[in-house]
């Protein structure tokens, strides 16, 4: 069974820096992308960032280029989400999931599983 925990949310004020953990098991980092999706008060849920190993590749929102950093850890079945020179839009509940390879990687069509969110607030 797919399953995902995702970990590290906290309150952070701007400018500072967080980093999510997503524990996987059920699959390799080989079958599925992992996913970070975030939702905001009051909006969508956006896909942030994604990681695949084959082909070996990430992908990043415009809204977080330079900023988030997206990396595995093969021996723990690990993913994480790096979150520096946080903003506080960048505020919301984040989630990771397991996704297929490409770049329509957040649609939700391509979702194979979702984890639990984590908080991330983020103060002026």
């Known amino acids: 069974e797919v399953q995902l925990q995702a970990s590290g949310g906290g309150l952070v004020q701007a400018g500072g820096s967080l980093r999510l953990a997503c524990a996987a098991s059920g699959f390799t980092f080989d079958e599925y992308a992992i996913g970070w999706f975030r939702q905001a008060p009051g909006k969508e849920r956006e896909g942030v960032s994604c990681i695949s190993s084959r082909p070996a590749r990430t992908y990043y929102a415009d809204s977080v280029k330079g900023r988030f950093t997206i990396s595995t850890d093969n021996a723990k079945n690990t993913a994480y989400l790096r979150m520096n020179s946080l903003k506080p839009e960048d505020t919301a509940v984040y989630y990771c999931?397991?996704?297929?390879?490409?770049?329509?990687?957040?649609?939700?069509?391509?979702?194979?599983?979702w984890g639990q969110g984590t908080l991330v607030t983020v103060s002026s």
């Open positions: 999931a397991a996704v297929l390879v490409g770049s329509s990687w957040y649609l939700n069509a391509n979702v194979v599983s």
